[in-house]
């Protein structure tokens, strides 16, 4: 039991219990851990669902790593059974003869077949704790990344650049945030009522390896083809990269429903000097018009630095 957790006296406090109880399983349920039972039952959904072959790299592997844990043991202790009533204790005992033969003829086989498989299933378990940990450093960098240019905004610029990313996705309760954002502008979409899903970075697991593109890139790649409401783009995704605004912007075509929304929102640090020349709203509402967007409004922002600007576009 946790430290916390204390049993006085000669009773015992059940409405305690079931709380400590009760957090453990969310513990549990939130770090994904189950029973060997609960596994084993997922073992034997899985094959009726949807070939993995098509699922990333690391849904795949999580399927593989599932299956190989609830089935790695190969045991020859069936339950033995007939459908003949008349002769069922003659074909029972016999074929309780043939299990034992079987086991003596194939045991060392078998043996050595589940320690094979034993190692395997280990392997697979251990390369999926490396995809987790890789994500979750993935996840961190991006953090810092974004908590860093949020340091870099004047306090001025963060709000009228919530307030054009706001007033650009005019009625859509739902964004989806991909790359590295501000926590501020998110936080401020959140405040103003609004649905906001982070996306956090894919791995060399999800993509393949590291020249398969950006993190926008290969989330929006594996997004179903207008699923997404609104999408909402920060420099800190494209902004060294002109042929990644390009790809970005294409993309984000592809998974926006009809009537959609796309916002492209560069601060004033990455706007200004030394800013790249390409990095601004002509340049970037012509990458946008190229992935066919309509509708295209930049929106350049007051402020005392560096003026940063806003792209919005919507889709047919």
Known sequence: MAPEFKLEGEGVDTA?????LSRRVADRRRAGVYTHEVEAALAERLPEEEDPSSLPP??????????????????????VETE????????????????VWARVAVGPIQREQTAFNRHVACALEALK???????????????????????????????????AVSDALADAHAVTAVGPCHPGLLEALEADGRSVHRVS????????GPSTGTGPEAFLSQAAERSIGAVLVC???????????????????????????AVFAVH?????????????????????????FIDIAPTVLESGGPPGFVVSAGKR
């Open 16 to 20: 305690a219990l079931e709380e400590e």
């Open 58 to 79: 690391i849904a795949a592997l999580d399927y593989a790593a599932t299956r190989a844990g609830a089935s790695w043991e190969v045991s020859a202790a069936y339950p």
């Open 84 to 99: 003949k009533r008349l002769i069922r204790p003659l074909v029972i005992f016999a074929k309780r003869i043939a299990r």
């Open 129 to 163: 704790r490396q995809a987790v940990a890789e994500r979750a450093e993935a996840l961190a960098d991006e953090a810092d990344l974004a908590a860093l240019a949020g340091a870099m905004v004047a306090g001025d610029e963060a709000e009228a650049m919530a307030g």
């Open 201 to 208: 970075p894919p791995t060399s697991w999800d993509t393949g």
């Open 235 to 261: 420099e800190l995704a494209f902004w060294l990269r002109p042929e990644a605004l390009i790809r970005i912007a294409r993309r984000s075509y592809l998974a926006l429903e009809a009537g959609g929304r």
């Open 268 to 292: 004033g640090f990455a706007a200004g000097a030394p800013a790249p020349a390409w990095c601004s709203p002509e340049v970037v509402a012509a990458a946008m018009e190229l992935a066919g």
